[in-house]
Nanobody, 120 residues
Framework: QVQLQESGGGLVQAGGSLRLSCAANGTDISIIAMGWYRQAPGKERELVAAVNSNHKMQYADSVKGRFTISRDNAKNTIYLQMNSLEPEDTAMYYC??????????????WGQGTQVTVSS
C-alpha cells in the first residue's frame, strides 16, 4: 500500500497561486501514474490533473492553462502548481496513486487531502 501525504493548501485571494505537494512512501512512483483530484462541498470528486509514468499529462478543462502537474521521481513526490486561482477552485484536493503507469485506471491509493480556499 502506498502512503500519500499532501501539503501546501491554504487560503488565497482570487488570482493568487498555490503549490501543492504530495510525498509518497511504500512504492517507487516512477513506475506508476499519479494524479490530483478535488472535491467541493456537495459535489463529486473530480480529476484535476494526472501524469503517467512517461510524463504524459492530462488536465480537466476547467484548469487547463492555469494548473501544472509535475513529478520528481528522485524525491518520490508530485506537485500541482495552481495559478490564477478562482473561487470555483475551492475544494479539498487529494493526491492519488494509480495501480499502473497509466492514468486510465481507477486510483488505488489516496491521500487524506489538503484544503484549498480561494476568496473573491
Amino acid at each position: 500500500q502506498v502512503q500519500l501525504q499532501e501539503s501546501g493548501g491554504g487560503l488565497v485571494q482570487a488570482g493568487g497561486s498555490l503549490r501543492l505537494s504530495c510525498a509518497a512512501n511504500g512504492t517507487d512512483i516512477s513506475i506508476i501514474a499519479m494524479g490530483w483530484y478535488r472535491q467541493a462541498p456537495g459535489k463529486e470528486r473530480e480529476l484535476v490533473a494526472a501524469v503517467n509514468s512517461n510524463h504524459k499529462m492530462q488536465y480537466a478543462d476547467s484548469v487547463k492553462g492555469r494548473f501544472t502537474i509535475s513529478r520528481d521521481n528522485a524525491k518520490n513526490t508530485i506537485y500541482l502548481q495552481m495559478n490564477s486561482l478562482e473561487p470555483e477552485d475551492t475544494a479539498m484536493y487529494y493526491c492519488a496513486a494509480y495501480p499502473t503507469g497509466s492514468y486510465r485506471y481507477t486510483p488505488a491509493d489516496w491521500g487524506q487531502g489538503t484544503q484549498v480556499t480561494v476568496s473573491s
